[in-house]
């Protein structure tokens, strides 16, 4: 296993929230929301021009939280995205240049994967911890399940398509370290500022995994 790993990043509160923001503000009253209901990090996407800056913006404004990118597919992007102050390193792809680049910079790393020879080319680098993504799409946990039995040494992050309701079929399986996903971020709620919802929905998804066992 890469040290430092994804999973002794994750192990408290085993959920990442994928972050699309569209402005710094935005960001940072997500970020606090998130933290106040018991999720400590979270993922900010490179899918929006101001991402870099939300990072900047969340690391001095919430140092409480810890930030990293996803959405990552190109070495520079790497390189920009520890510049902006990124604490961990996401990417819904694998390609042995990219994840290089990755792990190049010391930090926690987590490249997507959904096939088998997608996972040699991660165990080829060293890498034992990937995203599964996008979960439901490629079969959810009965994917994972027939992954997990020939790759034992792999843990997985389904991410796309995870929710309140389905958490429990993945956390279920040992192979699952956690669960990525937008669901405690959803849109309306950012586009009416009602950081108090997505607290709440925060604190449901905390609860349901404790309940599962599945917290540190
Ligand atoms: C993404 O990268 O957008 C994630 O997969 C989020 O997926 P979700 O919105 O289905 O949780």
């Known amino acids: 296993m890469l040290k430092p790993s994804f999973s002794d990043l994750v192990k408290n509160s085993p959920i990442l929230p994928v972050l699309h923001m569209e402005s710094i503000e935005e960001a940072v009253h997500v970020s606090r929301a998130l933290y106040k209901g018991g999720i400590t990090c979270a993922e900010i996407v490179l899918r929006s021009p101001v991402a870099l800056d939300c ?14 990118v996803g959405t990552l597919t190109t070495p520079k992007q790497v390189i920009d995205s520890v510049a902006a102050g990124a604490q961990f390193l996401v990417s819904p792809s694998l390609t042995r240049t990219l994840a290089t680049a990755m ?3 010391g930090l926690p790393m987590l490249p997507g994967t959904v096939s088998p020879s997608e996972i040699t080319q991660a165990l080829e680098l060293g890498i034992t911890e990937v995203k599964f993504f996008p979960a439901e799409q490629y079969g959810g946990i009965k994917t994972i399940k027939a992954l997990a039995s020939v790759f034992s040494q792999v843990k997985f992050c389904p991410t796309g398509g995870v929710s309140l309701d389905n958490l429990g079929e993945y956390f279920a399986n040992d192979s699952i370290f956690a669960v990525g996903g937008s669901w405690m971020v959803p849109k309306d709620l950012i586009a009416n500022k009602d950081w108090d919802a997505i607290t709440l929905l925060s604190e449901q998804a905390i609860a349901a995994i404790h309940k599962l066992g599945r917290c540190a």
Not at 55 to 68: D, S, W, Y
């Open 55 to 68: 990072i900047k913006a969340v690391r001095k404004q919430v140092p409480e939280m810890t930030v990293g």
């Open 103 to 105: 792990i190049k910079t």
